[in-house]
């Protein structure tokens, strides 16, 4: 079957850490893959996209990487704060050439960063 | 003007009713969609329409009816739910130029209950 796991439904910890959140995918070939934070009743804001031919993006304390042979996309946010608790989305259009438009989700980590 | 808005925020209906849920945006996107969220799960597409033509129905129930009256609104039409259907609706948009990686620009949503 199809699908895109985010192994951690809940992330925990303490202010000036740095959370790493993965997302992994099986089934899929994507060629790009994007990062989404929601906040509760809120809908998803966008904050990064990485290409399949890009080992590593940076925005501010951002950093995601995308490994296409471990079918893999690693989410770090450096020196994290309580503002960043929020649930963060993984997101692909499953294949290339795929419809404008079809853009699948994972399930989401929920981060809390406390003091 | 960087967002999507959406109306009502928040709608209580019964199974016999008729609703319609609004949602408009004014950054010139050609492509507009609506996806359903279920508390603790991801966004689940649900219709998408570019350059004001339905180009995707992810096989979603006659009760839903998608209408798309001009490029900066998108409306979705609710009839004979059940209480299933209760969930967050959100609207999104983007710019449809057909580029892979488009970033979607979601409004706030619609938190609908069916009794």
């Known amino acids: 079957s199809q699908k895109i796991e985010q192994n951690s439904e809940a992330l925990n910890i303490q202010e000036g850490k740095t959370a790493t959140l993965t997302c992994n995918y099986t089934n899929y070939s994507p060629a790009y893959l994007q990062w989404y934070r929601q906040d509760p009743g809120r809908g998803p804001v966008f904050l990064l996209l990485?290409?399949?031919?890009?080992k590593e993006k940076r925005k501010e304390r951002l950093k995601v990487t995308f490994d296409t042979t471990l079918k893999q996309s690693l989410f770090h946010i450096t020196a994290s704060q309580p503002a960043d608790s929020a649930t963060y989305l993984c997101a692909l259009v499953p294949y290339r050439g795929s419809t404008l438009g079809r853009l699948y989700f994972g399930r989401g980590t929920q981060l809390t960063v406390w003091p | 003007d960087t967002e999507v808005t959406q109306t009502p925020k928040h709608l209580v209906m019964g199974m016999t009713n008729k609703k319609s849920l609004k949602c408009e945006q004014h950054?010139?996107?050609?492509?507009m969609y609506w996806y359903k969220q279920k508390a603790k799960k991801p966004p689940e597409l649900m219709f998408v329409?570019?350059?004001?033509?339905?180009?995707i129905n992810e096989s979603v129930p006659s009760r839903f009816s998608p209408e798309c009256p001009n490029s900066s609104l998108l409306n979705l039409h609710l009839h004979a739910l059940q209480p299933e259907d209760s969930a967050l609706y959100l609207c999104a948009s983007s710019l449809g130029q057909g580029a892979e990686g488009e970033k979607l620009f979601f409004g706030s949503g619609t938190q609908l209950s069916v009794l």
């Open positions: 990485i290409r399949e031919n890009e």
């Open positions: 950054m010139g996107h050609r492509a």
């Open positions: 329409y570019s350059y004001e033509k339905l180009s």
